[in-house]
């Protein structure tokens, strides 16, 4: 039998039929309804052997034609007719039943008590129990509330259906036995039967879903890290606790998800939570826990465990698994010592937590999912085996799990046609890279808006939408893309102001410079020795280093890409400046491939010439990462540039890098050559002006070139830099005059 109609469909006209009893007693106990032969093809559904029926509020299975009901005739056994509140000879409305789709049980709560206690005391064991009962109701139907007869070793029991649930179908509240199906027995505490081995029935079946699909759970790129996860925090709970106990292991009490903000650890822990066969996961926040009040935190922390607790003390091994999710768990669990409030709240917080999970009275019902994205500031005793002992770093999602989250977020508008045809989802995720999974999210919002904002007139806001009409472009996708900015992107716009003149072809030694520069990056991206490469540009300041080193890291294509100058530090600290160096280099360890520039190195830890001063601190600070290996499976390129290599010997920070290359000023053959690409000058002009031009700056250069450029005498700057029009030369020659005494 089954609840509320609507979920399956009735392709046959309601009909009338006369309540009977069963047939015989012992077909009492299985369920079943019975009708005669001409009767029981009515209720055949299409493509299968199955026959169900609609009676009233439920459904009912058939078995086979019985020689003694009568046609019109349906034979129910009293709890049947009891639920279904009929009697022997009342006329009840009867029509086939379809199953939809997905009608499978994935989990079934029964609650057993016996047919006649009279003081029965009986011991069931529930896992050979659970393999009968599947057996015997094989594709039958149970719905919330249903009351079934069934005899289980010579007893009559009758079950009631606390919970059938369908995977993926929350909102259904009956669905069909299968092989698959995850029994759960309960009893109350004056029923007389004892349930044994419950604990490891369940371990077979931790999870409610036979299979995962990540991307149904709204979860994607993620693959790894669940398989992770599930080998170590999960595959010791799928075997049978016999067979843990001769292995002489634990099962996992905690795990940690760390990772840049918006990579979906939040989300995993959740849907982690929903899976696992045990009480309601408790998701708490960390900065929730604490309380103004002396022992109110700790008693918050305590009031986490008091359910696993008493589950424990009353239920044993059978106790359910209780899930504690902790989000910003670095909030309470900083390192001991390290904050001085006076205090000490946050140390009695940790001590009270690893109490709870490892201490002298360890619960063994608890999985507690931590989440952090500083792990450096939590307490080490937290992290040691047997505690939050399962550490997964949940990254930045490479291509394919950009991809797959993309396809999550547009999935419903794909559906609903609202998706146009031109939109390529695959070009998408190879553009947005080192975006997160909350940033691509974003990405979708924002072109949804352009979207929208087609079809909205600030003229007129009550003006009818055309839904029809609405459609989510790949323009609106390129539009969204520059409104939403990755927390750990290529600073490209930084980069390209380095070099606002572009890359002109400056002779043979700036060229040598690029392509060996560039070998580096190819040695980053495929050397499997060589994860961190340095290297130093020095020479004259103008010189074009800076725009070498932007050049480099704009063609390199890393996923990160940022540049660190004196300018982005104006006014800050000296350990403000630590920090602000420390976040750029913690931020590029989260990328699978980095480039960071450290444009003018001296002017960074602030070089004065006179004296020489300098700060030590953030000297000492550059040394540390510049020399610092990144982590496993990262890869970073570090280019410095220095217009003050003698110093910067004398403190030790050439040595620091890995490879140091001189980039020289402008020879007259060279200028030559920038001059022809510039364009600015007449043929008969060009040799002129170059030969005065040896030994100058690149950057000076372009100032010289500016100047001349502009002015009464110099002319129409658009005609000249649009070719209509030349320099004057002597002009230029004036102009080199007030450069070349600033030289």
């Not at 369920?31 to 093809?41: G, I, M, P, Q, T």
């Not at 009986?122 to 139907?141: G, M, S």
């Amino acid at each position: 039998m089954a609840g509320r109609l609507g979920f399956g469909s009735s392709s046959a006209a309601a009909m009338g039929m006369i309540v009977t009893n069963t047939p015989a007693a012992d077909l009492a106990l299985t369920n079943f309804a019975y009708c005669s032969a001409a009767d029981l093809r009515k209720f055949s559904v299409p493509g299968s052997k199955l026959f169900f029926a609609s009676i009233a509020d439920s459904v009912v299975k058939f078995h086979t034609p019985h020689e003694s009901i009568r046609d019109g005739h349906i034979g129910l056994n009293a709890i049947q007719r009891r639920h279904t509140k009929v009697s022997t000879g009342d006329t009840i409305s009867v029509s086939r039943f379809v199953p939809p789709d997905n009608f499978k049980l994935a989990l079934l709560t029964l609650e057993l008590e016996f047919v006649k206690a009279k003081g029965k005391n009986e011991q069931v064991d529930a896992v050979r129990l659970a393999e009968q009962l599947r057996k015997r109701f094989i594709n039958q139907v149970m719905t919330t509330g249903q009351k079934v007869s069934f005899e289980y070793c010579g007893t009559n029991y009758i079950f009631t259906v606390n919970q059938a649930a369908v995977e993926d179908q929350e909102d259904m509240n009956k669905g069909m036995v299968s092989a698959e199906t995850y029994f759960v027995f309960e009893t109350s505490p004056s029923s007389g039967i004892k349930i044994v081995n419950q604990r490891e029935a369940a371990s077979s079946k931790i999870f409610r879903q036979k299979e995962f699909n990540l991307q149904s759970l709204g979860i994607g790129g993620l693959s790894a890290e669940f398989a992770d996860i599930f080998r170590r925090a999960f595959a010791s709970r799928v075997f049978p606790p016999h067979v843990i106990n001769k292995l002489g292991i634990k099962h996992v009490k905690g795990m940690l998800l760390h990772g840049p903000p918006g990579t979906g650890k939040t989300l995993m822990a959740r849907q982690i939570g929903k899976m696992l066969n045990g009480r309601d996961p408790k998701i708490v926040n960390g900065p929730e826990v604490l309380s103004k009040y002396v022992g109110e935190t700790e008693k918050n922390v305590r009031d986490l465990f008091a359910d696993a607790e008493n589950d424990q003390r009353t239920r044993g091994d059978q106790s359910d698994l209780h899930v504690i999710i902790f989000d910003e768990i670095d909030a309470i669990c900083k390192s001991r010592g390290s904050t001085r409030d006076g205090t000490g709240v946050h140390d009695s917080i940790v001590n009270q937590l690893l109490t709870k999970i490892d201490g002298v009275e360890a619960l063994n019902n608890v999985l507690l999912i931590g989440m952090t994205n500083r792990k450096d500031l939590l307490d080490e005793a937290l992290l040691r085996p047997g505690r939050l002992e399962v550490q997964v770093e949940i990254s930045l999602p490479d291509e394919n799990g950009r991809l797959q989250i993309l396809q999550i977020h547009t999935n419903k508008m794909k559906e609903n046609s609202f998706l146009a045809a031109d939109v390529n989802l695959q070009e998408l995720a190879a553009r947005t890279k080192n975006f997160s999974g909350a940033e691509l999210e974003g990405v979708v919002k924002s072109a949804v808006s352009f979207a929208l904002n087609r079809q909205t007139s600030l003229d007129d806001l009550t003006k009818p939408l055309d839904e029809e009409n609405i459609k989510v472009t790949m323009d609106d996708f390129l539009n969204a893309l520059q409104e939403i900015i990755p927390a750990f992107g290529a600073s490209t716009d930084n980069l390209q102001r380095c070099r606002v003149n572009g890359i002109v072809d400056c002779g043979e030694s700036h060229k040598h410079i690029l392509q060996r520069a560039m070998l580096l990056v190819e040695q980053v991206k495929l050397s499997k020795g060589s994860p961190l490469v340095t290297c130093l540009l020095e020479g004259p300041s103008g010189s074009g280093k800076t725009a070498l080193a932007a050049t480099i890291g704009i063609d390199s294509d890393f996923p990160y890409a940022k540049i660190v100058s004196a300018e982005t530090m104006i006014g800050l600290s000296e350990s403000s400046k630590c920090a602000q160096i420390s976040k750029v280099f913690e931020d590029a360890y989260k990328s699978p491939l980095s480039i960071i520039v450290l444009d003018d190195i001296e002017r960074l830890f602030e070089y004065a010439p006179i004296g020489p001063r300098f700060s030590n601190v953030i000297l000492q600070t550059l040394l540390l990462f510049i020399k610092r290996l990144p982590p496993k499976g990262k890869h970073l390129l570090v280019i410095g540039t220095t217009s003050e290599v003698g110093f910067l010997e004398s403190v030790g920070i050439c040595n620091a890098f890995s490879l140091s290359y001189s980039v020289p000023t402008l020879r007259t053959a060279d200028a030559k050559r920038v001059l022809e690409q510039l364009g600015v000058f007449d043929a008969d002009h060009i040799d002129t002006a170059a030969e005065s031009l040896n030994n100058i700056p690149i950057k000076k250069l372009y100032m010289l070139v500016e100047m001349a450029a502009h002015g009464p005498e110099g002319g129409s700057a658009d005609a000249i830099y649009s070719g209509r029009e030349k320099i004057n030369i002597n002009h230029f020659f004036d102009c080199l005059g007030d450069v070349l005494s600033f030289r």
